[in-house]
C-alpha cells in the first residue's frame, strides 16, 4: 500500500458509499488524495464530506469531476442505473462492484462505446481490512491495461492489486471462483460442526482441530494444478478415488448415526461415486471437474 505522501496525488471519483465504498474512500483520503464521493442515499456522504471529501449531488456530476472514476456498487444492476446519464468520454471507469464475468465484459463494452477505457475488479477483502496495511486484502483486476498501469499507484492504496489480464471477465472470474470455493469450505465446516452439535464436544475445542486440518489439506490445490495441466490424473496421487469413495460409506453413515442431514456433502459425493463408476479409481479426484464441465 501507499504511503501517505503528497508526492501521488492523483484525484479520483467514487461511486458508492455502502460498507465498502465508505472503507476506500477513507483509505484515498488518508493517502491524501483528492476524492469526490457520490451515493444514492445522500445522508451516507455527510460523514466523508466532513473527512474531507467532495460531495457530488449527481453522480452525473461526479463523473464530471475527475478522469478516474471507480464504482462499488450493490451490483451490476445498480451500477448500470448509476451510469445511465453520465458522460463517460474520456474516463477511466474501474467497476468493483461484485459481477459476472459476462456483466463486466458486457460492461466494458459498454463504457468503450462511450468513450472510457474500462478495468473490472473482484475485491479480496472485507471492509476492515482497506486500507491496513498487511492485512492480506487485494484486489484483482482486469480489462484495460494502460488504464491499469496508468492508475497502479492509486489503486494499490486500498489494498494489494493482482492484474490477471486483458480479458475484463477475468477478475470478475478469479474473484468468484475463490469465493466458490470458500463456499465450499463453508459448507464443509457446517457439516462438521452439526456432526459434533449434539456431543460434548466444546465447539471453540474443536475449532482449532478443523482449522489446522484444513489448513494442512489446502496444498493440495496444487496437485490438482498439476494434473489438469498434465492430464495425468493418477501420477501423483496418494489417496486414490476407489478408497475414497469407499471411506464416503462412512462419512454418509456416520452423519446418519449422528442425525446430521447429508445434503451439503451428497452433490460432491456422488459425482465421485460417478467418476468411479467411469472407471477411474486409480485416479485422485481431480475427474470430478472434468464431470462439471457442461
Ligand atoms: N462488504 C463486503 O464484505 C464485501 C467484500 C467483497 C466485495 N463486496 C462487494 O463490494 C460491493 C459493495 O459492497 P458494500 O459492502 O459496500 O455493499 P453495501 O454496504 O450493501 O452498499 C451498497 C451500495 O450500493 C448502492 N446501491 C444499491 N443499489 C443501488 C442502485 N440501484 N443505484 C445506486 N446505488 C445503489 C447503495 O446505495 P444506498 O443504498 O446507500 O443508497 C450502497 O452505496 C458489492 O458488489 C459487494 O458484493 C463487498
Known amino acids: 500500500m501507499e504511503e501517505n505522501t503528497a508526492a501521488v496525488q492523483t484525484p479520483l471519483t467514487l ?9 476506500l474512500a477513507r483509505a484515498w483520503l488518508a493517502a491524501g488524495h483528492p476524492l469526490t464521493v457520490w451515493n444514492r442515499t445522500a ?4 460523514s466523508l464530506g466532513a473527512e474531507g471529501a467532495t460531495v457530488a449531488r449527481t453522480a452525473a456530476e ?12 450493490l451490483d451490476d444492476a445498480s451500477v ?8 463517460l468520454t474520456g474516463r477511466d471507469l474501474v467497476n468493483l462492484s461484485t459481477s459476472t464475468p459476462g456483466q463486466a465484459r458486457a ?3 459498454w463504457a468503450q462505446r462511450r468513450g472510457a477505457r474500462f478495468v473490472d475488479g473482484g475485491i479480496m477483502a472485507v471492509p ?10 487485494y484486489v484483482f483486476y482486469s480489462g484495460s491495461t494502460d488504464l491499469f498501469e496508468t492508475h497502479r499507484d492509486v489503486l494499490a492504496v486500498p489494498a494489494g492489486t493482482r492484474y490477471v489480464g486483458a480479458d475484463p471477465g477475468f477478475a470478475a472470474l478469479h474473484d468468484v471462483a475463490l469465493l466458490s470455493a470458500m463456499t465450499g469450505m463453508f459448507a464443509g465446516v457446517a457439516h462438521a460442526f452439526a456432526l459434533i452439535r449434539r456431543e460434548e464436544i466444546p465447539p471453540r475445542d474443536f475449532a482449532p482441530l478443523l482449522e489446522g486440518w484444513l489448513t494442512g489439506m489446502a496444498p493440495f490445490v496444487r496437485l490438482t494444478a498439476a494434473q489438469l495441466a498434465s492430464g495425468d490424473y ?14 464416503n460409506e462412512t462419512l454418509l453413515n456416520t452423519a446418519r448415526e449422528q442425525g446430521v442431514g447429508t445434503e451439503l456433502l451428497t452433490p460432491y459425493l456422488d459425482l465421485m461415486a460417478r467418476r468411479l463408476a467411469d472407471g477411474h479409481g486409480a485416479e485422485s479426484d481431480t475427474g470430478v471437474i472434468d464431470l462439471l464441465l457442461r
Do not use: F, H, W, Y
Open 234 to 247: 493418477v501420477t501423483g496421487t496418494e489417496s486414490n478415488l476407489a478408497m475414497m469413495v469407499a471411506a
Open 128 to 137: 476492515p481490512m482497506i486500507g491496513v496495511e498487511g492485512s492480506g486484502g
Open 62 to 73: 461526479a463523473v464530471a469531476a475527475n478522469r478516474l472514476v471507480v464504482a462499488c456498487l
Open 43 to 46: 445522508a451516507r456522504a455527510e
Open 107 to 109: 460492461l466494458a463494452d
Open 15 to 23: 461511486l458508492g458509499l455502502g460498507a465498502m465504498g465508505t472503507a
Open 80 to 87: 448500470r442505473q448509476t451510469l445511465a446519464d453520465t458522460d
